[in-house]
């Protein structure tokens, strides 16, 4: 990998990751720390988004912490908890369905804060798939931690594609309706709070949220990803200071060496 100077600054051993947990609204909220000791954090961390039904140790997570602490950079990736208590691993679809797509701005605040008082001062976030839109929707909200930059790998487009008349017979936010298929789902159970969300939330529509966010932002598409090719035509909407890359031959997940061009990217454009 570029970059290689880096390695002169590490110690003789690297620092590997750790579990840490925090509670938030009754839940333990759970996430991987990479590159530094919970009591020895730097002033400046990148914050990691995994994407819809995901987890912190999928494979491009964990990629790209090892690449960034191997550059001497530390991370943090945290579950979302999906309304499930510590959770880890694919979102079981045995379980009710009572999340929503904008949960994640309250969770990954109660991170930053979290971090804040661990003395970090900038965080850089990175959010793949739906996490690309999450990360840049916090971006949007966030106190505390100044956010240095966002970056978006692969991140979601949307449209509604459902009739509110769907919703009738589902008399509470916490109703539920029984649906053969939901996001990576099959023969689930969904609430009526989730179906509002995740059905017709036009913030889920990465595009929409450019224009609203000025910091400095990155996008990283592959070429053979079809989510990625839904958001191209959309690309003449980007910020004239953003900067973008299509890495030609990468599938949506960024595998073996695709992910080291990530990183690549990454560093090349760290401010």
């Given at each position: 990998m570029k970059y290689?100077?880096?390695?002169?600054?590490?110690?003789?051993?690297?620092?590997?990751a750790v579990e840490v947990r925090l509670p938030h609204e009754g839940l333990r909220l759970n996430a991987d720390l990479e590159g530094a000791k919970p009591d020895q954090l730097p002033e400046r961390l990148y914050l990691i988004l995994h994407g819809t039904l995901g987890h912190k140790n999928m494979?491009?997570?964990?990629?790209?912490?090892?690449?960034?602490?191997?550059?001497?950079?530390a991370s943090l990736a945290p579950n979302l908890s999906l309304n499930i208590d510590d959770r880890h691993g694919f979102y079981d679809c045995a379980s009710p369905h009572y999340h929503r797509h904008e949960d994640a701005v309250d969770e990954l605040q109660a991170w930053?804060?979290?971090?804040?008082?661990?003395g970090v001062k900038q965080i850089d976030l990175i959010g793949h798939s739906r996490g690309g839109n999450q990360v840049l929707l916090f971006a949007l909200h966030a106190r505390g931690p100044?956010?240095?930059?966002v970056t978006s790998i692969a991140p979601m487009t949307f449209k509604p594609r459902h009739d509110r008349n769907a919703l009738e017979e589902l008399a509470g936010p916490r109703s539920l309706k029984p649906l053969p298929r939901f996001l990576h789902c099959r023969d689930t159970q969904v609430s009526r709070q989730t179906l509002e969300s995740y059905w017709f939330n036009p913030d889920q529509h990465t595009p929409s949220l450019w224009p609203r966010y000025t910091g400095p932002y990155r996008l990283i598409l592959g070429s053979e990803d079809s989510l990625s090719l839904k958001l191209k035509p959309a690309l003449n909407n980007l910020p004239a200071s953003a900067h973008w890359i299509e890495l030609d031959g990468a599938d949506h997940f960024f595998r073996d060496l695709y992910l080291d061009d990530v990183v690549d990217f990454l560093l090349e454009n760290r401010e």
């Open positions: 290689l100077f880096w390695l002169l600054l590490l110690p003789l051993f690297t620092v590997q494979e491009i997570i964990q990629g790209l912490q090892d690449g960034l602490a191997e550059n001497g950079l930053a804060d979290w971090l804040a008082g661990k100044k956010v240095a930059s």
